[in-house]
């Protein structure tokens, strides 16, 4: 328990709210969480698979209406609209509570109310926020316990007076016409109803380590991310540090634990992985920006994950690892498509029906055996190429700001913004075909700057001036780069061969960032000159790496006029340094 008045009567008010029968606080302990996972598993909200083959792992199946972040359904809560933005849905902060209350009235009666104290961060350094979470639901607590530092000590860190951020979660009854998921900006608070999906109900990952910490961020200085941090070790032990932001399913992961290829190898090449998804960057003494990682665990997307894409993860995975929906199979192991050897001969496929491979639907079509966004949950402490720097208080320093996205014709394979001015309208540009991570349909090119564009807690045109101000507030900001991998030849193939050979291009990033490695100056930015990359041992087609690096004048200025219609619906909030960009820009094309 704890002294703290405030959050002792916040408890007791959520307690008269949902009427559980009893009400737990976690501690943190290793008892505890066998004690959890035992009544998990009685209660069947997850299963234990095979203790030879996955000592530790457990299974878990959402609702089919319950499977990716429901953006439709997620809300910020601040007191007037347009302190939310055109790009955030928003609620009345009076509505949204009366709202959620009503969902949540006596919706724990018959169950156990968990109380999970935790820290985003280590939990002595600088960088770190507190967070208590209410749930009704195992599930959450396991997925809490691995993702975040919990308990005990984070309530002696807390002490009596400390601030935290109060996040309220309810199953009830994971209804999809009672399911929201929202933010209190000026309450420091979090409220999400009728949802078991992670991302809607881990409420320390996205909700408070983006939308509400991105609020936070702002008023005190300093930046929060969706972006991995990586290190990456020369032959002479220095390490280089870099920050990387795509959307969600689109090889943040895969590029945070990423292996080399041998002739990098060689070259005495290693990377090590600070955090594979959110990134807390501030401006150092030294006047650089410094970058945590939040998380203490990996929320990984499964399909695609397999020991050629991502070795690392595939080794982080086999203890103690939380899946969901993912293809259960007979012998109670796991598959998913795009994993590890042959799928088994039968199983229940992610919505507990009867599977086998090229089951197929009364369409004809096969049905894949496990969900598009299906998950695990890791402890970091696991993957073997976490950095021994990963919980550093202070951070590690970052020398490049990379954005990405899923491109299949316009951006060229990196790229190199000409200042951070130029840098922030790249990121605030950016633009990526969207995946199973989110609702909508799959393939739909969507604008998403820094991809924050469903994480930012407040508006947009006040972010990107948030950003811009960063920059003058570090003497030696980053300098800030574009990749995309996933650039296609007219038939539709991938270009580019990507996971450990993007080495190759963050030597060329860390090369610009020292002042090396040759460029060519295009409408766009600095573009690598056809010798620029090592290619050594890469099999490329002899025309790839001529349309890997093309610009085309004619496709980015449909492009910048697209750039034009998104900053308008922004409205005159949009910092006007960022109009002069795309003014130039046009210009350049022209």
């Known amino acids: 328990m704890t002294k703290h008045t405030g959050l002792q009567n916040w408890v007791e008010e959520m307690r008269g709210l949902c009427s559980p029968d009893k009400v737990v606080w976690i501690d943190g302990s290793a008892e505890e969480k066998k004690r959890l996972e035992e009544d998990a598993v009685a209660s069947g909200e997850v299963l234990r698979l095979d203790e030879e083959k996955l000592p530790g792992c457990l299974f878990h199946r959402t609702k089919g209406n319950d499977v990716a972040r429901t953006e439709h359904l997620t809300y910020i809560c601040s007191p007037e609209k347009d302190d939310a933005g055109p790009t955030n849905n928003w609620l009345p902060p009076e509505e949204g509570y009366r709202k959620a209350s009503e969902i949540l009235k006596d919706s724990m009666k018959g169950r156990t109310m968990f109380v999970i104290p935790f820290s985003m961060g280590p939990v002595d350094s600088a960088f770190s926020k507190i967070g208590v979470e209410i749930t009704d639901s195992l599930y959450v607590v396991l997925n809490m316990l691995i993702m975040t530092r919990t308990g005990s000590r984070v309530l002696a860190k807390l002490g009596t007076e400390g601030g935290f951020t109060k996040c309220m979660h309810g199953k009830a009854g994971l209804d999809e016409n009672k399911r929201l998921i929202l933010h209190f900006p000026e309450d420091n608070a979090i409220w999400s109803v009728g949802s078991g999906y992670g991302g809607n109900a881990l409420l320390g990952k996205k909700c408070l380590s983006l939308r509400i910490a991105s609020a936070l961020a702002r008023k005190e200085g300093w930046l929060a991310e969706h972006m991995l941090i990586l290190g990456l070790e020369h032959k002479d032990g220095h390490i280089e540090y870099v920050a990387a932001s795509f959307p969600s399913a689109c ?112 369409q004809g079509k096969t049905i894949a055996g496990a969900h598009p966004n299906s998950r695990f949950t890791a402890p970091a402490s696991q993957c073997p190429c976490l950095s021994p720097k990963w919980e550093e208080p202070q951070g590690v320093p970052i020398s490049a700001i990379i954005f990405g996205g899923r491109r299949a014709r316009l951006a060229p394979l990196v790229y190199q913004s000409t200042s951070w001015e130029h840098g922030v309208y790249v990121g605030a540009t950016m633009a990526s075909e969207r995946t199973a991570a989110q609702v909508g349909s799959q393939g739909e090119v969507r604008r998403d700057p820094m991809a924050m564009l469903p994480f930012c807690g407040y508006h947009m045109a006040d972010y990107f001036a948030h950003w811009l101000a960063m920059g003058k507030k570090a003497a030696k900001p980053p300098k800030i780069f574009h990749v995309n991998w996933f650039r296609t030849d007219e038939k539709g193939k991938f270009l580019w061969p990507g996971y450990g050979d993007n080495a190759r291009v963050l030597e060329w990033i860390l090369q610009r960032c020292r002042g090396e490695g040759k460029a060519v100056q295009t409408p766009i930015g600095h573009v690598p000159t056809p010798d620029a990359l090592d290619l050594a041992g890469l099999d490329l087609p002899a025309d790839a790496l001529g349309k890997l690096l093309e610009v085309r004048a004619d496709e980015w200025r449909a492009e910048a006029a697209d750039h034009k219609v998104f900053f308008d619906s922004l409205g005159p909030k949009l910092p006007a340094e960022l109009r002069r960009q795309n003014e130039e820009l046009v210009r350049r094309l022209s």
């Open 251 to 362: 090889g943040k992961t895969n590029l945070a634990m990423l292996i080399p290829p041998e002739v990098m190898k060689a070259k005495g090449y290693r990377v090590w992985t600070v955090g594979d998804d959110i990134a807390w960057l501030r401006v150092g003494a030294d006047g650089r920006l410094w970058a945590v990682n939040p998380e203490a665990g990996f929320f990984g997307v499964a399909p695609g994950t397999n020991s050629k894409t991502n070795p690392n993860a595939m080794a982080t995975v086999k203890k103690n690892t939380i899946f969901t929906n993912v293809v259960l199979a007979d012998d109670h192991t796991v598959w998913w498509e795009g994993g590890d050897g042959e799928p088994p001969a039968s199983g229940l496929d992610w919505q507990g029906k009867p599977w086998k491979p090229g089951t197929k639907d009364a």
